[in-house]
T-cell receptor, first 111, second 115 residues
């Protein structure tokens, strides 16, 4: 069945460091890919998405490129801030729109 | 405008009791989804509605779980004979339409604790 695998956390970085959170997927169809973020005490919110191969989603300095050949959608940011500390979820959707999530990766950014 | 709202925010119940969890989607959104998130895990799909009908209930774990959306707006997730394993955060999301490309907007969740 369809699934998403994320790198395990927590990921701890110093402010201004480069961030990569790996995400790979398995899907029978042609999925759309998403990154959702959950800040402490808040609900899930969409960070970025890509709906077809080679698309790049971007938002708030974060980027991810839909790589069909490697079935990946890695999240990157060039310079993280303390305010980026949160749990990040990679997800896919095929057909009807129901989302299949990875297990989440906790990011801690220290000043 | 108003986002997705869920009530109650917290629910503590005893094993064997019946509970109802409510979701108010964003006005005008035809699609509504329920997910369950256990501690340290990503959300897991339960059911989704297109309008008033449950279009896919393949994620409901067993027949103790049931959901309705009688007027195509508010939805209620109902759990009978609750078990300790039902303890989780129940999330509701809505989207304008049901396609794989559409963005889902999530509510804050209901934290259910079964003692």
């Amino acid at each position: 069945g369809d699934s998403v695998t994320q790198m395990e956390g927590p990921v701890t970085l110093s402010e201004e460091a480069f961030l990569t959170i790996n995400c790979t997927y398995t899907a029978t169809g042609y999925p759309s890919l998403f990154w959702y973020v959950q800040y402490p005490g808040e609900g899930l919110q969409l960070l970025l998405k890509a709906t077809k191969a080679d698309d790049k989603g971007s938002n708030k300095g974060f980027e991810a490129t839909y790589r069909k050949e490697t079935t990946s959608f890695h999240l990157e940011k060039g310079s993280v801030q303390v305010s980026d500390s949160a749990v990040y979820f990679c997800a896919l959707s095929v057909g009807t729109g129901k989302l299949i999530f990875g297990q989440g990766t906790t990011l801690q950014v220290k000043p | 405008g108003a986002g997705v709202s869920q009530t109650p925010s917290n629910k503590v119940t005893e094993k064997g009791k019946y509970v109802e969890l409510r979701c108010d989607p964003i006005s005008g959104h035809t699609a509504l989804y329920w997910y369950r998130q256990s501690l340290g895990q990503g959300p897991e799909f339960l059911i989704y509605f297109q309008g008033t009908g449950a279009a896919d209930d393949s994620g409901l774990p067993n027949d103790r779980f049931f959901a309705v959306r009688p007027e195509g707006s508010v939805s209620t997730l109902k759990i009978q004979r609750t078990e300790r394993g039902d303890s989780a955060v129940y999330l509701c999301a809505s989207s304008l339409i049901t396609t794989s490309t559409d963005t889902q907007y999530f509510g804050p969740g209901t934290r259910l604790t079964v003692l």
